[in-house]
DNA sequence: TAGGTTAAGTGCACCGTTGCACCAGTAAAT
DNA sequence: ATTTACTGGTGCAACGGTGCACTTAACCTA
């Protein structure tokens, strides 16, 4: 199929395949550099790639990370998925994308199906609480990232945790809120018990008792049932949320929600009741995707830096997988809060 | 690394490896009934999972294909990517994803990477009128579907192209604001030449020939400059588009976007002017992201049945690379118009 | 001039699977 | 009793590249 081997190149260049692989190896060294250039003009003229199985059947190095992310779908992934894949190019490193919809079982089938492609790093975009699912292969060998997810008591040391610090951001979020006058202020999430969703609820009750209100009075909405769902309706999940908290007896005034998709549904939301975003309702949300600017009225949000962290996820993995650091430092970036015409004085 | 290899299986089911083989690879009837349930149960006990570089190595085979999108930053391109995932997950492959940017050398470059990964199928995103950078090897045996892009002349019989009829949806958009009333619209893109806009832009044109309007007069804004435009920047490049109309002799009464992000873009900006979209100026995209429908206004937009054409995608795609089908059948769907608050009748 | 060192390049076993070609044993057909 | 056919396996070379261990020849050095 794809043709040219090292033994035609060897052939054509009046050399042994072993000298090719010297030269396609780093040990240009070993050969004359007239050798080398004519190995080098018979691999242009002949359009010779090596392959890669083969490549990786000897050596068991594989120039392939693994990125689970819930969904593509959603544009705060999609981006990330961008970042690391051009952090990934700049060092030589393909990304294999995987969808997880944020089900356990599909997480740990991906990466055994990874492992198995010779695949020896992952980004994990998973915020679940327990990594239990995916340690057995952590303990093979396998160099795990974990994004958007801090570190948990009982992680292994190996375990490198980037994530934006949630309970921060919520408060930032919160605090803004606040600072408005609001009171009646609703946390609103989709139902999954992620690591995520704790801390940034956490950051949303301490800020309340740092003002003096009460926590258990706090509005919580956080899905219909208990099913987990996909990023993709997320959106939908914010419209849904306000269409039950209007019709509650407490309504609030304002909203922090679980992230910018989330969001953009309540904001959404808000307009199919008649009201008016930023006015009768607050809204804050969590990420800053592109979308939040373009939004109408245009969204306050906790801002994460991510092409940094996608950076820095990718360089932590490098670094394990090519033995330069054995164990790496998780990260905790401090998120910003954007503020736009989503949130305005309560009334 | 890996650890378990079909020797060890082998020995612990005492069989020879050919045996295992044999029944991993369809050829169960090679057994006695025992014989294949100790084999299975080594399999399972191990934990075996055959390696995919050695088996790709000596059969040349290998579940994975290729896709190749502008920017999954973009909604529109990472729910193709998912919807696409999951086609090709239903079957047992692995979708690869790179991010061309638009960019012509690379996607050349990237295609080149992934044949040589051994990867002999690929969809396409590209939208470029020529596909000549790419020719050599899909004549070496590269089964290539270029997706939202139309067939050309002068394309191989072996290309598969599967595509929105773009043509008609630009004149559904640009009829339905005729209707509305609206004579000076404008039609806003970024400035590649893409096949797309191409079409779009002809769509535009042909609903305003057919209304009695002079195309020669329409109003087109294209990008400021000849430079390529990621997809990140479509939503900045509306917005600037609308400052450079709004700032023209001829202001729009509406416009026709080349996609919906880029409307998006231009919905923001027409609310930085201080006008009101759908009532000042009507504003139709193209896509129905799932944004669109979140909007505020909601978009008007011309939809592609992007889950259909994926599965489409996917199993041309499947049906070349594994024979059933040598020449598969290039596909033209007919969008529809989802009319939403985006677009009134002219003032 | 023997002994050592270096430069330039080659030989070969091995990575894990696959599937064709082969084989031993039994049963039915001649 | 020999041939033929079938069943239930196994043996082995090959896929393409890698890199250690080795060779050969030239050049130093005491």
């Known amino acids: 199929m794809s043709g040219v081997t090292i033994y035609q190149v060897a052939e054509a260049a009046g050399v042994s395949p072993s000298t090719v692989s010297n030269l396609l190896n780093g040990r240009p060294g070993r050969m004359l550099p007239q050798t080398r250039k004519r190995v080098e003009e018979a691999i242009s003229q002949l359009g010779y790639r090596p392959n890669r199985a083969a490549r990786q059947l ?14 593509v779908a959603n544009p705060f992934w999609g981006t990330f998925a961008r970042h690391l894949e051009h952090a990934a190019l700049a060092e030589g490193y393909h990304v294999l994308l995987c969808n997880s919809e944020r089900d356990p079982a599909r997480e740990r089938r991906y990466i ?23 340690m057995p292969l952590v303990h093979q060998g396998l160099s795990l990232v974990a994004f958007d997810r801090t570190a ?22 919160t605090r803004h809120l606040l600072e408005l006058g609001h009171e009646r202020i609703a946390f609103v999430s989709g139902s999954v018990r992620s690591v995520n969703r704790r801390e940034r609820y956490r950051g949303f009750t301490d800020a309340l008792t740092d003002a003096g209100l009460d926590p258990q ?62 006015r009768d309702i607050s809204v804050v949300g969590f990420d800053d995707i592109v979308l939040a600017d373009l939004a109408s009225p245009a969204l306050t949000t906790v801002r994460q830096p991510l092409a940094d962290m996608a950076a820095e996820a990718f360089s932590q993995l490098r670094e394990r997988l090519t033995g330069e650091a054995a164990v790496g430092h998780s990260m905790l970036v401090r998120p910003e809060l954007i503020v736009r015409a989503s949130t305005g004085p309560a009334r």
Do not use: F, K
């Open 58 to 71: 000897r050596t068991g190095r594989i120039q392939v990370i693994g990125l689970v992310v819930p969904s």
């Open 112 to 134: 055994e199906e990874l492992w198995s492609d010779g695949i020896r790093g992952i980004v994990l975009c998973s915020s679940l609480p327990s990594l239990e699912h995916v």
């Open 152 to 173: 948990q008591a009982g992680d292994p040391p190996s375990l490198v945790n980037i994530s934006v610090d949630n309970v921060i951001g919520a408060q930032l979020a």
């Open 217 to 278: 009075q706090a509005i919580v909405w956080s899905g219909a049932s208990e099913e987990p769902y996909g990023d993709l309706d997320v959106a939908g999940l914010g419209r849904t949320a306000v269409r039950d908290l209007l019709a509650g007896d407490r309504r609030p005034t304002a909203i922090v929600a679980i992230n910018d998709m989330c969001a953009l549904g309540i904001s959404a939301g808000i307009r199919d009741a008649g009201l008016e975003v930023g």
